[in-house]
């Protein structure tokens, strides 16, 4: 069956504009989280969702980024007011459950670059 | 911050050669997950292996879990070229986010 996709693959913005990455998790998949990798480090926690609800938003690095969940199923994640330090790819990952720490299945990303 | 810390960060091997690398962790943890990532591209799930669980095995894989050291490694046996990527430890606590390391960069030469 079709895996997590993510939409744009790659987008590049001005510094101070805002931008909108979008995530499609698995069919059936309740649990979704957000990731950010910077150049050459590691996955950062940015966010999850079980079902529309985000209990832990404890990763999200500054009020300029927020996340919604609608119909249980696409989220997106926005970016105000772009910064150079917001440069990164962008990881959506969907698991089944998030009873037991299930599997999680990533999508391809989306590369942001802020000039 | 980072939960998980892999060792070496670069291992450099000759196809049909075994790749072992390491991983420490800082907190007690629900489970572990290594997950390989191939350049340019998304990370895929390799092996989770519980708390409960000492070492587990999926084809060429080998991982091993001592807790009380707070401790995973990795085995690649029998090496090939499409082994080539970064392959990260992730740790899950009670909280159920992924934790992930900084990685270790495995180049498989032909």
């Known amino acids: 069956g079709a895996g997590v996709s993510q939409s744009p693959s790659n987008k590049v913005t001005e510094k101070g504009k805002d931008v909108e990455l979008r995530c499609d998790p698995i069919?059936?998949?309740?649990?979704l989280y957000w990731y950010r990798q910077s150049l050459g480090q590691g996955l950062e926690f940015l966010i999850y969702?079980?079902?529309?609800?985000?209990?832990?938003k404890s990763g999200l690095p500054s009020d300029r980024f927020s996340a919604e969940r609608t119909g249980g199923s696409v989220s997106t994640l926005t970016i105000q007011r772009t910064q150079q330090e917001d440069s990164a790819v962008y990881l959506c990952?969907?698991?089944?459950?998030?009873?037991?720490?299930?599997?999680?299945?990533f999508g391809p990303g989306t590369r942001l670059t802020v000039t | 911050s980072q939960q998980g810390e892999e060792d070496p960060q670069a291992l450099s091997i000759q196809e049909g050669e075994n790749a072992t690398m390491n991983c420490s962790y800082k907190?007690?943890?629900?489970?572990l997950q290594w997950y390989r990532q191939n350049s340019g591209r998304g990370l895929v799930h390799l092996i989770l292996i519980r708390s409960n669980e000492r070492e587990k095995h999926s084809g060429r894989l080998r991982v091993t879990l001592d807790t009380s050291k707070k401790s995973s490694s990795l085995l690649i046996t029998a090496s090939r070229a499409a082994d080539t990527a970064s392959y990260f430890c992730?740790?899950?606590?009670?909280?159920?986010?992924?934790?992930f390391g900084a990685g270790t960069t495995v180049t498989v030469r032909a």
């Open positions: 969702f079980q079902g529309n609800s985000a209990p832990d």
């Open positions: 992730a740790t899950i606590s009670n909280d159920y986010k992924l934790s």
């Open positions: 990952a969907s698991s089944l459950t998030l009873v037991g720490g299930s599997e999680q299945y």
């Open positions: 907190t007690s943890i629900n489970n």
């Open positions: 069919s059936g998949h309740t649990a």
